[in-house]
């Protein structure tokens, strides 16, 4: 999605940089389906009229928390039954939702202040204030509570000495008064809005005495999220089956039109079939189903742009992998545009960085299907044509089961060696702990609204499982160039460094870049007021102005 310079510089000349939280999508023990097969359509009378059915792509982890590692499915849910100070609508820009609009930045730079609306309660009645805000900001920002967002919050005042163990909050977080939260600033922070605009709120009232070391493993979270500020409010999870979801009564908006939600973990086989029964009212859908669902009656499809991307990542800890000349082989040797053609049926295109928008100069190497120059770079570093290389993904998307045969395929075809390991979301997550793996497919993220934003993914400070760098790759001059741009004011001299630093990702491939896809949603005519959102896990994201008919 691109936007034109002024609407970019509308937003920088207002201290703002629209930063989102990467981890959200980016989590490869993610897979769009779970699996279960379970037919069990209509359970919890959810085939009343009032209540909407929608797919969720994999069973959730049942770990509904800000401090918890991002997974998709519970990133649906908590969409449900949070809000947060900013929201991201489809065109990949901020928007108030629990602040009454885009925060204030002082002339040095250094203190952001939001203010919030008046008036609001939480889902229990209890008032929400400010001092909620600097709550949940206080934990996310603690390493002890877990949280693998603490990182982020390096430049906030006293925040160094919370994830030292020397203060128990940050300083940096104060409620002047019950409407408004301020940040303050070590330095200049252009990032900072988007770091932590859409960080999802949690009570106080009903935390405040649980201890910071277990935080991540209250009942709260794991069992029975039941207080929010959300439009919906968390009624049960039946394990493998749905989470069920009422309508919250104190919404900031009031009371949505749809009066619950069931959210039901099943195949996207299934999900399609129940498309074409009823039983299903909206599901992400495969480019490779397009057609079958278009032909069905009473369904309705609308697709969004992607803001992230498919990739794999390459375990630069392997010896055997961390030659960039093997990862350049890998990239000439995969016809990438053949298998967007042919298992996306061209409805996603090709990525050559983590970079987008503006952000992407016009020269870089765009990496065109040569087997023979992979064949050369091979032969030039004495590449061992014995050497195993084990590709491990989470099963059940079929563009990405597809990409993954592709690429042994392909490799095999130049003497590179792929062994094909599907896993389950555990598995994957226990080898990533380990650093055990050696390539893992996965994909999603938001490198749309900032292009900052891609630098969880890929600098020497924010190795898994402190970041989301899962390729282990480290060039400090690009961590230097991209620190500099989230500093700089000057929209033109901000772009200028982005696109050095994606000359210096483009040409040292810290992972293999596959393709930017299409969301494709297909609901039911019943559904009234849906508007497609590229990002996956928040269909939901103005859910208040739905409606089902008949």
Not at 39 to 52: I, K, M, R, S, V
Not at 199 to 205: A, E, K, N, R, S
Not at 291 to 319: C, M
């Amino acid at each position: 999605m691109r936007r034109s310079r002024a609407q970019r510089a509308a937003l920088i000349s207002a201290g703002l940089s629209l930063i989102l939280t990467v981890a959200a999508c980016s989590d490869p023990t993610q897979s769009d389906d779970t699996g279960n097969t379970s037919d069990e359509g209509t359970d919890g009378a959810a085939a009343e009229d009032t209540a909407l059915n929608a797919y969720l792509y994999q069973a959730p982890n049942s770990n509904w928390s800000p401090m918890a590692p991002a997974h998709g499915p519970d990133q649906v849910v908590m969409n449900l039954i949070y809000d947060s100070l900013l929201g991201v609508n489809p065109d990949y820009q901020l928007y108030p939702r629990l602040a009454t609009g885009l925060p204030e930045i002082s002339e040095d730079g250094l203190t952001v202040t939001y203010t919030l609306q008046e008036g609001l309660t939480w889902s229990d009645g209890e008032p929400f204030t400010a001092e909620d805000v600097v709550f949940t900001y206080n934990m996310v920002a603690n390493p002890a509570t877990g949280s693998p967002s603490a990182g982020k919050f390096a430049d906030v005042q006293g925040a160094a000495e919370v994830a030292a163990g020397t203060a128990e909050t940050v300083s940096g977080f104060s409620a002047p008064d019950d409407q408004t939260f301020q940040i303050t600033l070590t330095k200049p922070n252009i990032g900072i809005v988007g770091l932590t605009g859409n960080i999802f709120i949690i009570p106080q009232h009903a935390l405040a005495d649980v201890p910071v070391d277990e935080m991540d493993t209250t009942d709260f979270f794991t069992k029975s999220p039941t207080v929010g500020l959300g439009p919906y409010v968390f009624q049960e999870y039946k394990t493998d089956q749905y989470v069920h979801l009422v309508k919250n009564p104190n919404f900031r908006e009031g009371e949505v039109d749809i009066d619950e939600i069931y959210l039901r973990p099943v195949t996207s086989d299934v999900a399609t079939a129940q498309l074409g029964t009823g039983e299903m009212d909206l599901a992400q859908i495969s480019p490779a189903d397009l057609a079958t669902v278009e032909d069905l009656d009473g369904i309705e499809v609308a697709s969004g742009p992607g803001a992230g991307f498919i990739r794999t990542s390459v375990n630069q800890q392997k010896p055997y992998l961390s030659d960039v000349r093997l990862r350049q082989a890998m990239l000439y040797a995969v016809d990438r545009q053949q298998l967007i053609d042919e298992a996306l049926g061209g409805k996603a295109q090709p990525v050559n960085a983590s970079f987008m928008t503006d952000a992407l100069p016009d020269d870089l190497e765009t990496y065109d299907y040569d087997p023979d120059k992979a064949r050369e770079l091979l032969a030039e570093m004495n590449w061992d044509t014995n050497q195993v290389i084990q590709l491990t993904w989470v099963p059940g998307q079929r563009d990405r089961d597809t990409a993954a045969t592709v690429l042994e395929a392909q490799l095999g075809e130049v003497g590179i060696k792929l062994e094909l390991n599907q896993v389950q979301p555990g598995e994957l997550t226990d080898m990533m702990n380990a650093q055990s793996y050696d390539m893992t497919l996965y994909g999603g993220g938001n490198y749309a609204t900032e292009p900052f934003a891609v630098y969880p993914i890929n600098s020497c400070s924010t190795w898994y499982p402190t970041g989301a760098n899962l390729s282990f790759w480290c060039n400090e001059e690009f961590d230097r160039i991209m620190l500099e741009a989230n500093a700089t004011v000057d929209e033109a001299a901000r772009y200028d460094l982005f696109q050095q630093a994606a000359r210096i990702e483009n040409a040292e491939v810290p992972m293999i870049y596959l393709y930017n896809p299409d969301t494709i949603w297909a609901h039911s005519d019943r559904i009234q007021g849906f508007e497609p959102m590229g990002d996956q896990t928040n269909p939901f994201w103005n859910v208040q102005e739905w409606s089902l008919d008949g």
